[in-house]
């Protein structure tokens, strides 16, 4: 072909070797076929130098490259026997030694062999751990080991009978005494091994059908087999999903690839965050600041800490953290590269196949297929309870493709998302409602209060951050819609962190819209969110009086009513109780005015905090029951999630009226049932009050109470009364 090329060009051996920098001697080799495989980067030259470019180049290069995988192939018995050299700065990693250690050792059936298989993602250093792994475990094998590269993800895997030559030349068989077939080979090999104590590392397997005519039919020898694909049809191997490093163990291993070279510790520690525990963005970070002695460590870590650049800085030479990636991608069907590049838009760090088939623009079960197919490549982590999510470098290079690949399109795919997202929200948020509290046919996932619940935690990073960009989209009025549909259920969520965010989203949406009745009520969730412990009552106050005035001038009677029942909660908090009753009781004559029964409820029980500050606990009572027993008469009127929220607290506050009264039977008995009633509930402030005055009323036997109220108050971020209860146990 060589020869071919060159006389088309019209050149003597000469001239190509002047053009190409390649000597005539190295040409008349390759042309008289003395050298059947020469190096990549010789052929390379060749083919600049000819000018080829599209087939011809690449059959030009891949017959340069047929010919040396047969010159390996074919080399002397002894080569093979030969591990590549581990790299001196290995680090961590140590379970997963003892584990390949254990295997020496294993026992196994009659006629099966001792097979360990590492499995993971791209980048993950499966390699470099087989041959550390290999090197350490030498000794236990008197016949050698031998690594054979089965380059499974490549563009021309290595055939079963190419792989069963190698592996018969390892064993010593002369070529001209190895069997024709691959049957015949692969019986050959397994009689040979039954009697040795070798060590195989197949590396880079690509498929079940590649690795099976490789493994042994028992005896001492082991097997590694390292594979980006889960291999799941396998039979009888032990598996190891390898993971990203700890921080730690990645601090170390770029400390030990730096080698020596001065470092702060904090650009050290900030550079291994951003390589995401993965082995190969470490070694190519780290000789990226080998190379160049007089970059900063801290300015790379600045340009690392840019998502939008952050991929582009994982190249050295030839590694690049992309291209280990792009050999896995391009190994699946068009439809899953679709998936995978599209679930690039999603906000979240994680997602399930619902999310994934309005991402991706596929049916349910084709999204379902190419999931499969991404966690089988490693491009995906199988999470808990169906959910799937990113590595943090996968998806840089996920969405890089979307770009590279639909460009304007791409938007397009980000808007459907966010759209689906939020529309989803407050479907979920709306079983909370008083006045809709029902499936929504569109979403048939969300058929039920608990199935609401369940999504709205499961997926709030996704659509908090559907807020987020549909407010720099300006979808105003899905934006408000979701952030009205969270008041009610936000009670159920109390200490979650993102409620100041949610309803200040909302009244931006408001105030883009032009919607001041809508400004309002989300001033008023806002205040709310202001009462909630630590209570900011002057923030409270700023709120109320800002949302008092938008919904007077705009005539919303039920928002001007909540500015009066939240401005009573912060006068509470401010010790007012007197001017906090009064107005709470002009809250509670407005709601009851405009039927709002739910609303009316909890105002009755705001009083009765008034009252019993003020020392009132007679008259405190008395509101709290009227509030008991509205929320449990089903004539009443309130919505059921809603009765069903109201009324563990009003049995607290009955309680502890009741404690205050000195009728402590009664009291435990309302408690008891209250904190029972609680548990279906996220904890909250309220939960853990509750449990803190049952400890204190059982004497003796309130241990427990206080060791779970300490808790509540733990997870709820409240120190003070964690410590608190833990001093009174």
Request: negative net charge; glycine residues 8%.
């Amino acid at each position: 072909m060589l020869r071919g090329h060159r006389r088309a060009a019209r050149l003597t051996l000469e001239q190509l070797a002047e053009a190409s920098g390649v000597s005539a001697r190295t040409l008349s080799d390759i042309e008289r076929g003395r050298s059947r495989g020469p190096q990549h980067r010789t052929v390379t030259a060749l083919a600049d130098a000819l000018a080829l470019d599209g087939d011809a180049r690449t059959h030009f290069l891949e017959l340069a490259r047929d010919g040396r995988l047969e010159d390996h192939w074919n080399r002397p018995a002894s080569g093979l026997h030969e591990l590549p050299c581990g790299v001196a700065d290995f680090t961590g990693r140590s379970r997963e030694l003892i584990w390949m250690s254990d295997l020496v050792y294993t026992e196994s059936a009659p006629g099966v062999g001792v097979v360990g298989l590492i499995t993971g993602s791209a980048g993950l250093g499966k390699t470099t751990l087989a041959v550390r792994a290999a090197h350490t475990l030498l000794p236990s094998f008197p016949d050698g080991a031998v690594l054979l590269d089965l380059f499974g993800l490549s563009p021309r895997p290595l055939p079963v009978p190419d792989a069963l030559r190698a592996l018969l030349r390892a064993l010593g068989v002369p070529a001209q005494r190895i069997p024709p077939g691959a049957h015949e080979r692969a019986a050959l090999y397994r009689s040979l091994m039954r009697d040795r104590r070798m060590l195989i590392v197949l590396d880079n397997a690509g498929s079940e059908e590649q690795v099976r005519p490789l493994l042994p039919g028992g005896g001492a020898s082991r097997v590694l087999v390292t594979t980006r694909r889960l291999l799941a049809g396998l039979e009888g191997v032990r598996r190891l999903a390898l993971g990203p490093l700890q921080l730690t163990e990645s601090t170390h291993l770029l400390a030990g690839i730096l080698n020596g070279r001065a470092v702060d510790d904090t650009a050290l520690t900030h550079l291994a965050e951003k390589c995401g525990g993965l082995p190969l963005a470490l070694r190519i970070i780290g000789n990226r600041l080998l190379s160049r002695p007089d970059w900063d460590a801290a300015e790379l870590a600045a340009r690392l800490a840019a998502e939008e650049h952050r991929l582009d800085q994982f190249r050295a030479g030839d590694l690049r953290i992309a291209g280990a990636f792009m050999m896995s991608y391009d190994h699946l069907a068009p439809s899953a590269q679709q998936v995978f590049r599209r679930l690039a838009a999603v906000p979240g760090r994680d997602f399930d196949a619902a999310l994934a088939s309005v991402a991706g623009g596929l049916p349910l079960g084709d999204a379902w297929e190419a999931l499969d197919d991404l966690v089988d490549l490693g491009l995906l982590q199988d999470a808990a309870a169906g959910r799937y999510r990113f590595h943090d470098l996968v998806r840089l290079f996920a969405r890089d493709r979307l770009q590279a690949e639909e460009g304007d399109a791409a938007a397009v795919v980000r808007e459907r998302v966010t759209a689906w997202l939020l529309r989803t929200a407050t479907a979920a948020g709306r079983w909370f409602e008083p006045g809709y509290g029902r499936a929504d046919p569109d979403f048939p996932a969300l058929g039920s209060p608990e199935e609401a619940e369940d999504w709205l935690q499961a997926n709030v990073e996704n659509w908090l951050g559907a807020l987020r960009s549909g407010t720099a989209a300006g979808q105003h009025s899905l934006v408000l819609d979701c952030a009205e549909s969270m008041h009610w259920f936000s009670d159920r969520w109390t200490h979650a962190p993102h409620w100041r965010e949610v309803f200040g989203l909302g009244a931006q949406a408001a105030v883009a819209l032009a919607d001041p009745a809508q400004q309002a009520t989300q001033l008023n969730y806002l205040a709310w969110v202001n009462w909630v412990p630590p209570t900011d009552p002057e923030a409270m106050l700023r709120c109320t009086a800002q949302a008092l005035e938008l919904a007077e001038s705009s005539g919303a009677t039920a928002q001007v009513a909540a500015a009066h029942d939240y401005t009573s909660r912060a006068l509470l908090a401010l010790e007012r109780p007197a001017e906090a009753a009064a107005s709470a009781a002009v809250a509670a004559g407005m709601f009851q005015g405009v039927g709002d029964i739910d609303a009316y409820v909890q105002v009755l029980s705001q009083i009765g905090h008034c009252r019993r500050t003020e020392g009132r606990l007679a008259e405190a009572l008395h509101q709290y029951r009227t509030a008991l027993e509205l929320i449990d008469d089903e004539r009443s009127g309130m919505t059921p999630t809603i009765a069903a929220q109201c009324r563990p607290y009003a049995l607290m506050r009955i309680g502890q009226c009741l404690a205050g009264l000195d009728r402590r039977a009664e009291a435990v008995t309302a408690l008891l049932e209250a904190v029972d009633l609680m548990d279906a509930l996220q904890p909250n402030f309220r939960q853990a009050e509750a449990l803190e005055t049952l400890g204190a009323l059982l004497d003796d036997d309130g241990r427990p109470y206080y060791e779970r109220a300490a808790r509540t108050y733990r997870q709820i971020g409240d120190e003070a009364g964690s410590l608190r209860c833990e001093a009174a146990i």
